[in-house]
């Protein structure tokens, strides 16, 4: 019941796996069944008319589960997305880093479920909603 | 942004449009943008073994949403689902009524959506969530 | 790749473990990774206005899904929904069978994932479409 | 019920609306209710291991969607996402093109709802699924 993985040691770990990430997000908090990730939006997050576009909202959600799934169970890489579902609620504001809240609502022995809310740094109007299942490899 | 209907009017107005709903739902609590709703667990609600079925928990959580959004625009019965995902985690314990949180993301012109924690009365694992829309019909 | 239960067995076998359903659906057709099956759409799935209610489709995409995987799998009653999808595209015709068209997509070890497709009797407008996974108890 | 775009229009307008999309994507074919796109695998849609990202499929499953709404109701660039479900099911194949097979299965006045199946090329393993609501500005 209790983090496998503090956020430096998670935080490491993520741009070892994924090099790719380093520059895109961002661990700003990290409790035993909660994750809030940043996406450092830039350039080429947006679609054409500065909106953040909808592949960069499915990869911070994606991201933040993967992180809460490995803050508990340990660097287990091959952790894999088996659902997602996601809605799409209002626009992104331009210009602005999206944050993540995400929370972890069961995690057994083969499978994780989180939900997350996105919203625009500085607003507290959900732009998005997700809930993602993680198949957890065998140990 | 304030309630249309409350708490009493709600339940009067759902019992007049589902008849068959009076026996199985109650409405535990109603604020501006949560809806706390109650499955009456009986025999038939149950699959073999004690569980709640699957189709009860879909009940619950879309006539909590069907609530909600009726609780904010009124009496307009033809709000209907268009979309609803839903995570079944742990098996809802026998012989309990299960309570819906039921939490309002977005109430727009033409689509609201919520999302739907459920667990066993008495209990805080989450037995399943769910995430739905609904197409509110033109004022 | 093959049946590991035929239409008949199937039938007989869900019938066994879960009685309630013996009235209100049917076996049309099944093949290695597709079965058909119907809702004998009766008072009781109805909601005001004649058309067939949410958990009534809900209950159609997933026992469709149950009877195929167990046709696969044999009698393992304990294999359990753990995610669902659904879009609600049409009201259904009142006073007709809805008829669900089910794919079998994955068939793995732990996970089992289809597809449903859902019209009203004698029309090929979907009124419904869902996915469901299903998680297969260890042999 | 007939096409506004052909797939050399459909394809000119997306390049323009989304230069960023033209070096990703291409259409393989257009009929009324069908479309198949091809995401043109690259490095940047990788994944250590080689396989290809979620954000990628996604991308692949919402430009496959959007471009079957846009031929049937033309040059619309301001439909959105409303709801995506995703499940993945298998590992797309290292250097291989994956090939979305969509179908239009609703176009209402405000609503259109798509599924899609991807498999990588040469395979017909799928290895996700997805459905997909789109939001239509009034016209």
């Given at each position: ?30 409790t035993e069944d909660t ?33 809460m ?34 929370r972890l ?35």
């Amino acid at each position: 019941m209790s983090l496998v993985l503090n956020k430096e040691d998670l935080a490491e770990y993520l741009a070892q796996v994924f090099p790719q990430i380093r520059d895109d997000f961002a661990i700003d908090a990290l409790t035993e069944d909660t994750i809030t990730m940043r996406l450092l939006t830039r350039e080429r997050h947006l679609r054409p008319g500065g909106t953040v576009s909808g592949p960069s909202m499915f990869a911070l959600a994606d991201v933040s589960v993967y992180a809460m799934v490995l803050a508990r169970i340990g660097r287990q890489a091959l952790a894999v997305t088996t659902n997602c579902s996601l809605d799409f609620m209002r626009k992104p504001e331009s210009g602005r880093d999206v944050i993540a809240h995400c929370r972890l609502l069961k995690l057994g022995r083969m499978l994780a479920v989180c939900d997350v809310l996105m919203a625009s740094e500085g607003s507290d109007k959900p732009v998005a909603r997700a809930s993602l299942t993680y198949s957890i490899p065998p140990r």
